[in-house]
């Protein structure tokens, strides 16, 4: 049997890991809230996330956003949802301008700064419409990568004036007309090339329509970083045109009298930049590749020096991956100081500078919130309560005692192993001598306690796939390598030695908590990308969470899990700690920063479909609130108001029927073959009329339901 010491000193660190002396500035620290939160989330004193939407001061409340779940709820909005907060966005939007404002007037800069909104970051309608609106004060356009997205783009800016449509991305015949058209319709279009095949499309196409481009080149610059989108640039970029292209692009131009047309350069060297080093590298490049093409005649006047810009994933401010060592402001001083620089040493005229910065204006504006809905636990506790089951009714020799009551000629005979030896006296003496190891374990002898464990789990794995173990014997063994383990960790960390093995260890017996979610849909960049994400829960911060987990979702697929978390600066933690859960209490996750790619990009696998989004505005305290809480909108449309904010729109989640549609599976003509199906049972009497209605009627609302789990 298991040491009675053993069983009291984790009862002892039970106690007292359960002792209240947690804070929630201690949650705040733990998740790094204020490294990645930037302003926009916090933890205030009931425990809960809060968002504080709108950075201006005209008395708009935080929103408190367990208490905002637990409302959409009740309104029977299903987990999990994606909470979208456009005032973030247009915030993140004056944030940029202000920066370039307050960098133009610092360096003295003669030219402006135009933004534009990449909209392969986030294609949704209404988040689109808002950029526009948000953006038509300070002539913030859009950046179309396909026909597709330029039809999107041409749409929205219509009657914007002043604002640009960067046309960007592989084009055909039709994509070139269509931008050339544009600037008939009053569009500031602007066809940027990165091939040199379509440089005859649009100069044959501009004589066709007699529309005259403005043309840009996109530049593959020299400039690299290590990241993982590092191959955006340099001579084996995907997109772009090399030094020697472009060359010969001014030289045709000018042989057909169209140098003018010539107005914009465009270089990217990757997405997430970290460091603000390369930047300014990047920037000391392309401002002088700039300066030699209005040299060269051409009538240059934007430099769109393109995305990159990044944003603190995992809260430390640092240089990883996963983070950057500058402020947006240092971002809009290399970017003004750069272009400033070349134009005054060439005497060119500064030009109009536009960034294409989706991932840092889009991503805070998104928080996906999903609950938990059961826990694989690995602690000491389990494993001790484990042993002691197993170990009760057992003698000796590792085999159950059978009870008295059990009739005398049904009990099983001992299997003989050939040459009528016991076939496990070898498991007999293994379990034997485990016993000891963890009867003689301590302080002294700890590691080597751990070495032989994982010897003899070995070696009973072994014996068990030769039929030398009982299927009794190979659970106690595994359950007393467990016990051990959970005692060479104490020791670890009392004594601060076995660093290494020790954080192995922890790893193993990290519990798997299952959620709601599919990575493969909600997040993919996490499992295709291992891109971090910040998450935490959005409750019950006022308590200490002991619990080191990884997430599981709901499909069937071993990738199907996130296991990288926000580390420590230049890490990346492979558990998340949280809480335990409670019995008959949700628990409920938020991922953060996942407002750009992820959902457009995300998958049906295991046909889980898209989720429910929920659009939520900030409002200003006002005293004369409507009743029940609903307030009108000026067009005569409903929304709902609680403190703070108000639910403008509702988007439910694709059903079981209309993902099935997406597959080619008509809902209609799958009921009709299972009623069939049912008809025939109830003929042949396997099943009652009543049955068969009960099915049916099921089988209805489930392709009619939410594809996710109900909670």
Request: hydrophobic share 40%; with cysteine; proline share 3%.
């Given at each position: 049997m298991v040491s009675k010491s053993i069983v009291v000193r984790a009862s002892n660190q039970a106690a007292t890991q359960a002792q209240p002396s947690w804070s929630t500035a201690d949650s705040a620290a733990l998740y790094k809230v204020e490294g990645w939160g930037a302003s926009y989330f916090a933890v205030n004193e009931k425990g809960h996330v809060v968002v504080s939407p709108d950075a201006s001061d005209d008395g708009a409340e935080t929103i408190d956003l367990f208490e905002l779940?637990?409302?959409?709820?009740?309104?029977?909005?299903?987990?999990?949802?994606?909470?979208?907060?456009?005032?973030?966005?247009?915030?993140?939007?004056?944030?940029?301008?202000?920066?370039?404002?307050?960098?133009?007037?610092?360096?003295?800069?003669?030219?402006?700064?135009?933004?534009?909104?990449?909209?392969?970051?986030?294609?949704?309608?209404?988040?689109?419409?808002?950029?526009?609106?948000?953006?038509?004060?300070?002539?913030?356009?859009?950046?179309?990568?396909?026909?597709?997205?330029?039809?999107i783009a041409m749409s929205q800016l219509k009657n914007n004036d002043g604002a640009i449509l960067v046309c960007n991305g592989y084009k055909d015949q039709e994509y070139i007309e269509n931008a050339l058209v544009a600037r008939k319709l009053g569009i500031n279009s602007i066809i940027v090339l990165e091939q040199m095949q379509e440089l005859p499309l649009v100069l044959e196409a501009s004589k066709r329509l007699d529309a005259r481009p403005v043309i840009g080149v996109r530049a593959?610059?020299?400039?690299?970083?290590?990241?993982?989108?590092?191959?955006?640039?340099?001579?084996?970029?995907?997109?772009?045109?090399?030094?020697?292209?472009?060359?010969?692009?001014?030289?045709?131009?000018?042989?057909?009298?169209?140098?003018?047309?010539?107005?914009?350069?465009?270089?990217?060297?990757?997405?997430?930049?970290?460091?603000?080093?390369?930047?300014?590298?990047?920037?000391?490049?392309?401002?002088?590749?700039?300066?030699?093409?209005?040299?060269?005649?051409?009538?240059?006047?934007?430099?769109?020096?393109?995305?990159?810009?990044?944003i603190d994933y995992d809260g430390s401010r640092s240089s990883s991956v996963a983070s950057t060592n500058y402020t947006m402001q240092n971002y809009a001083n290399d970017v003004v100081a750069a272009v400033?620089?070349?134009?005054?040493?060439?005497?060119?005229?500064?030009?109009?500078?536009?960034?294409?910065?989706?991932?840092?204006?889009?991503?805070?504006?998104?928080?996906?919130?999903?609950?938990?809905?059961?826990?694989?636990?690995?602690?000491?506790?389990?494993?001790?309560?484990?042993f002691q089951i197993l170990s009760k009714d057992s003698t000796d020799d590792g085999h159950v005692v059978l009870p008295e009551q059990f009739p005398a000629g049904d009990k099983p005979k001992p299997r003989k192993?050939?040459?009528?030896?016991?076939?496990?006296?070898?498991?007999?003496?293994?379990?034997?001598?485990?016993?000891?190891?963890?009867?003689?374990?301590?302080?002294?002898?700890?590691?080597?306690?751990?070495?032989?464990?994982?010897?003899?789990?070995?070696?009973?794995?072994?014996?068990?796939?030769?039929?030398?173990?009982?299927?009794?014997?190979?659970?106690q063994a595994d359950s007393l390598y467990q016990v051990i383990c959970h005692e060479v960790l104490r020791f670890a960390r009392e004594t601060?030695?076995?660093?290494?093995?020790?954080?192995?260890?922890?790893?193993?017996?990290?519990?798997?908590?299952?959620?709601?979610?599919?990575?493969?849909?909600?997040?993919?960049?996490?499992?295709?990308?291992?891109?971090?994400?910040?998450?935490?829960?959005?409750?019950?911060?006022?308590?200490?969470?002991?619990?080191?987990?990884?997430?599981?979702?709901?499909?069937?697929?071993?990738?199907?899990?996130?296991?990288?978390?926000?580390?420590?600066?230049?890490?990346?933690?492979?558990?998340?700690?949280?809480?335990?859960?409670?019995?008959?209490?949700?628990?409920?996750?938020?991922?953060?920063?996942?407002?750009?790619?992820?959902?457009?990009?995300?998958?049906?696998?295991?046909?889980?479909?898209?989720?429910?989004?929920?659009y939520v505005r900030a409002r200003p305290k006002s005293p004369d609130k409507a009743p029940n809480g609903i307030q009108s909108k000026p067009n005569g449309k409903l929304i709902f108001h609680r403190g703070g904010y108000s639910i403008e729109h509702v988007v439910p989640g694709q059903t079981t029927d209309q993902v099935l549609r997406t597959v080619q599976h008509d809902a209609g003509?799958?009921?009709?073959?299972?009623?069939?199906?049912?008809?025939?049972?109830?003929?042949?009497?396997?099943?009652?009329?009543?049955?068969?209605q009960t099915l049916l009627h099921n089988l209805k609302r489930t392709m009619h339901s939410y594809t996710y789990l109900s909670s």
């Open positions: 779940v637990d409302s959409l709820k009740r309104r029977n909005v299903q987990l999990p949802m994606v909470i979208r907060f456009p005032d973030i966005i247009q915030n993140r939007m004056q944030e940029l301008q202000n920066c370039f404002d307050a960098a133009i007037v610092r360096f003295g800069y003669e030219g402006a700064f135009q933004g534009v909104f990449p909209v392969k970051c986030n294609q949704d309608r209404r988040l689109l419409e808002d950029i526009v609106e948000y953006g038509r004060p300070i002539k913030f356009g859009l950046e179309a990568g396909s026909k597709p997205e330029l039809l593959k610059l020299s400039t690299r970083h290590d990241g993982h989108w590092g191959e955006t640039s340099g001579d084996r970029a995907k997109f772009g045109l090399s030094i020697n292209e472009i060359v010969r692009v001014v030289k045709t131009l000018r042989e057909h009298e169209m140098l003018d047309c010539l107005q914009l350069l465009h270089f990217h060297i990757g997405s997430q930049i970290p460091t603000i080093s390369l930047i300014k590298e990047a920037m000391r490049e392309g401002s002088h590749l700039y300066c030699e093409l209005a040299l060269m005649g051409a009538k240059m006047g934007f430099i769109d020096v393109g995305g990159g810009l990044g400033v620089d070349a134009c005054l040493l060439k005497g060119v005229r500064q030009p109009i500078i536009s960034t294409e910065s989706g991932r840092a204006l889009a991503s805070h504006q998104s928080v996906l919130v999903f609950d938990v809905l059961s826990a694989n636990t690995f602690d000491e506790i389990d494993a001790l309560q484990n192993a050939r040459h009528g030896r016991l076939e496990n006296g070898a498991g007999i003496y293994l379990l034997r001598t485990f016993r000891e190891v963890l009867e003689t374990l301590d302080e002294s002898n700890f590691q080597e306690a751990y070495h032989d464990a994982k010897q003899f789990k070995s070696e009973a794995t072994a014996l068990f796939k030769l039929g030398c173990l009982t299927l009794e014997q190979r659970a601060g030695e076995m660093a290494d093995d020790a954080e192995t260890l922890r790893r193993s017996f990290a519990a798997i908590y299952h959620v709601n979610l599919s990575v493969f849909r909600s997040v993919p960049d996490s499992w295709a990308i291992s891109q971090v994400f910040p998450i935490m829960p959005i409750h019950r911060l006022d308590e200490e969470p002991a619990v080191q987990a990884t997430l599981a979702d709901l499909t069937c697929d071993s990738d199907g899990k996130i296991d990288h978390f926000p580390g420590y600066p230049n890490e990346t933690g492979k558990v998340i700690t949280v809480h335990e859960l409670g019995e008959n209490r949700p628990y409920y996750l938020g991922l953060f920063l996942a407002g750009t790619y992820q959902e457009v990009m995300g998958s049906s696998h295991n046909l889980f479909g898209t989720t429910n989004v929920v003509d799958m009921m009709e073959d299972l009623r069939n199906i049912a008809e025939e049972a109830v003929a042949e009497g396997t099943l009652s009329l009543e049955e068969a």
